[in-house]
């Protein structure tokens, strides 16, 4: 068994140290947002954008099996997470350094740049996934992680909006394309800062690190065992995350349809991070208090809800879509409190590292459905992929009831 560590605030807050630096970092880079903007302007190709995110999130995750498998028996996973961290800072610093040297009259190199990058920025995020799963399950005892999660939400949402602003601020005012490097180059900053939260933690070593990773045959009967106990959560996952597939096309259905204005983004952007923000706090104290499996039935059952008020209020105008970003937000957070609790919950110690680059596996569905909706919109109605997504989501909170009540 691995070595557990009791409560030690050092430990906790220097995760939520990381978690906050890094929601400043990532929103810089947002992929649906700024990399897509810069691929579009390099290329003019939106094949590129639609298809760069899902090959480099796929090639991401297929390797962390691999990697799980050799980490697992090593007694300390600190010194792979921060090569994973180190690793995405060289990336985005040497792609703005790229950027700034090569300028507007080479595209073709810096898209080359961005692509190489890119895939040491996802191929190192892959890297880091594993040991942090297994170092948080470690340093944050079973009683805490509810706070952990829910008060690293709560910090990552208003510093990514404000994060946000900055960038759109950068990229109105800066020459193209010296304003992605200047965006890249200060998320290189961010994900330095923090690396600090790692530095200051102390991470248990785990017993029995001596022994070599398992020979493929024994590893492919862990995985199997490892399979079954996570089908339920993996069940839930996966149809829940239909809410994931209707979330980018509320703005859409709210612009369209509703007439709603330019300015109404910055709105909803605001409702749906003051949603997560006060929801986190019940997250939170659901998980803490009545467990990982409750928490995730009424945040599934809030997301149930969320697609099928986007059809009722729509009568009312776009002001009435504030309520449903509110909750949209709410449930978005949730997923991430709920899910990584459970996943801490249901994993041995010493399989941490497999378990989670098992669960990332399992649920690589869910990165095809948001393309999944835009074909589906181009023959159907919005409301009709409302209630397809409310239909698949209750069904994931039907199966969480039935996975809350299984001791």
């Known amino acids: 068994m ?14 939520l140290w990381h978690g ?25 190709s939106t094949v590129w954008v639609g298809g760069l995110s899902t090959v480099l999130t796929v090639s991401a995750v ?62 190192a995020g892959g890297l880091a996934n594993i040991p942090y799963s297994d170092i948080i399950g470690k340093v944050i005892p079973p009683t805490r992680r509810g706070a952990f ?44 800062i923090a690396s600090f939260g790692f530095l200051v933690m102390r991470e248990p070593a785990g017993e029995g690190a001596v022994r070599k990773p398992l020979p493929w045959r024994s590893y492919l009967v862990q995985l199997r065992g490892g399979s079954q106990r996570l089908r339920l959560l993996v069940v839930v996952e996966l149809l829940t995350g239909f809410s994931l597939m209707a979330l980018p096309f509320y703005v859409v259905y709210a612009r369209q349809k509703l007439d709603a204005p330019a300015e109404a983004v910055g709105w909803f952007l605001l409702a749906q991070v003051i949603g997560g923000v006060l929801a986190n706090l019940i997250w939170a104290r659901l998980v803490d208090r009545l467990g990982s499996r409750t928490m995730v039935f009424w945040c599934a059952s809030t997301s149930t809800l969320t697609p099928i008020l986007a059809i009722i ?95």
């Open 149 to 192: 999660f829910g008060g690293k939400q709560a910090l990552a949402g208003p510093l990514a909006v404000v994060s946000a602003l900055a960038a759109k601020k950068v990229l109105a005012e800066w020459d193209y394309p010296n304003n992605y490097a200047l965006l890249f180059g200060f998320a290189a900053v961010a994900l330095g």
């Open 62 to 123: 297929l390797p962390q099996i691999f990697v799980a498998r050799w980490l697992e028996p090593k007694p300390l996973k600190m010194p792979y997470l921060l090569l994973g961290i180190y690793l995405r800072v060289f990336s985005w610093g040497v792609l703005a350094w790229m950027i700034f040297k090569l300028g507007a009259e080479h595209p073709q190199a810096i898209a080359w740049s961005l692509i190489g990058m890119l895939a040491i920025f996802y191929a």
């Open 313 to 407: 209020l729509a009568p009312l105008g776009w002001q009435a879509m504030m309520v449903v970003f509110f909750l949209a937000g709410a449930a978005f957070d949730g997923r991430k409190v709920g899910f990584q609790s459970s996943l801490l919950e249901l994993a041995p110690p010493p399989e941490r590292p497999t378990y989670f680059a098992l669960n990332e596996v399992l649920i690589l569905p869910l990165a095809f459905l948001s393309l999944g909706a835009g074909i589906f919109l181009e023959y159907f109605s919005y409301t009709s992929l409302f209630i397809l997504a409310a239909i698949f989501i209750g069904g994931g909170a039907l199966m969480a009831w039935r996975w809350k009540g299984i001791a």
């Open 20 to 44: 906050a630096f890094l929601a400043l970092g990532m929103a810089l880079t947002q992929p649906t947002t700024v990399i897509s903007s810069f691929v579009a302007d390099l290329t003019g």
């Open 2 to 15: 691995q070595a557990e560590q009791s409560y030690n605030p050092r430990n906790f807050l220097g995760g």
